[in-house]
């Protein structure tokens, strides 16, 4: 399981739902959907210290080209560290200004993206695949 932590800087609301901006420490800001509001859940609260918690599965890697064209609102550049390939499967673990971030995809778009340590990639996580926790 991947974390980030950062603070909650705005919040948008629309009936049950909220979209959570959080900035970082690296000053990347990362937006979060969740089926609450201020109203509802204590934490939501401006300024408050919360954690990102997002599944290695839930995590799309690109070639830094990526970057545009894209409807995914996080994007986060980083480097390759280590590959642990498998027969289906593997997991990158990428050095991220956010500190490390692990993914797991399958080997063959590993070779196919010809993904290898030390390369630039670029992290995308889906807003709604990205729960809240408080500190």
Known sequence: MNSIEGRIKTIANAG?????????????????????????????QLGKQVKAVFKETEVIVG????????????????????IEKGNLLCQLIIETKLGTISAVLTTDALARMEITVAKDVVVMIKINEIMLSEC
């Open 16 to 44: 049950s739902l909220s979209v959570v901006s959080l900035d970082t420490i690296s000053n990347e800001i990362i937006k979060v959907i969740v089926l609450d509001t201020p109203d509802t859940a204590p934490y939501l």
């Open 63 to 82: 070639s830094t080209a990526a970057d545009t064209h894209i409807s995914i609102e996080n994007k986060i550049k980083g480097r390759v560290l280590k």
